[in-house]
């Protein structure tokens, strides 16, 4: 049996609908953010050295990364489902957007959750014009511009095909879910990018995702 580590609000929301879409038993272990810190709490370190989510056990294997996770369980039981066929197109593509989602999409928002919650912090009056002006000049001259170029990039991608590796829905869509859903809470993607949008809109409607939130209940990204 599979069981997943499951943290409130974070990329294991995708690994449970990842197994809902392949038709795979698991159960679901609970974990919540410290309200104050928002940060995993200490019993996952005793699955995983790292203490972050996700995280799944099966049998004796412990696995860690989203990346990793979504491949061993598409490679180990996906039966040749949500991957396209070897040496496509389609594949190299699917490759790719199953990185890109953590080491490309990923950065620049984890950059701006950060970046905001220095500016909302309460701070000494007289650091306060600084520790802002700061943070205003990183995010106005870096941040914002990464962040509209990854986002004007997968607008683009999406007009190449219905999905982003191709015309099927395959697991690269499940892994690129979560930057979209962050940028959508935090990050200014809005109608402005119908694709995206549209993009949002089917994955929220299948009924694996929908599964996949009854069984790990409320799922608000931070923001």
Do not use: C
């Not at 609908?17 to 272990?29: N, S, T």
């Not at 491949?71 to 496509?88: Q, T, W």
């Not at 990464?146 to 007009?159: K, P, R, S």
């Not at 935090?186 to 929908?210: C, E, T, V, W």
């Amino acid at each position: 049996m599979i069981t997943v580590h499951h943290l409130n609000n974070s990329r294991s929301q995708r690994v449970l609908w990842l197994l809902e879409e392949l038709g795979l038993p698991y159960e679901v272990k609970r974990y919540e953010r410290d309200p104050e810190t928002m940060l995993a709490p200490p019993a996952l370190r005793q699955v995983h050295p790292l203490g972050k989510s996700p995280v799944i056990t099966d049998g004796n294997r412990t696995l860690a990364e989203s990346g990793a996770i979504v491949e061993y369980l598409v490679d180990r039981y996906g039966e040749g489902r949500l991957i396209p066929a070897l040496d496509s197109p389609e594949r190299l593509r699917y490759t790719y957007w199953l990185h890109y989602a953590e080491g490309s999409a990923m950065p620049p928002l984890l950059l701006k959750l950060i970046f905001d919650k220095i500016e909302q912090s309460p701070m000494p009056f007289f650091a306060k014009p600084i520790a802002r002006g700061i943070v205003s000049r990183v995010k106005d001259s870096f941040i914002n511009p990464q962040i509209t170029q990854h986002l004007d990039f997968m607008e683009a991608e999406l007009g190449k095909s219905t999905w982003f590796a191709g015309e099927d829905f395959t697991a690269a869509d499940i892994q690129i879910s979560f930057p979209l859903e962050a940028a959508a809470t935090r990050a200014g993607l809005n109608a402005s990018r119908p694709k995206l949008m549209a993009f949002l809109d089917r994955i929220h409607a299948r009924s694996a995702y929908q599964k996949a939130l009854d069984r790990g209940g409320k799922y608000e990204l931070l923001g």
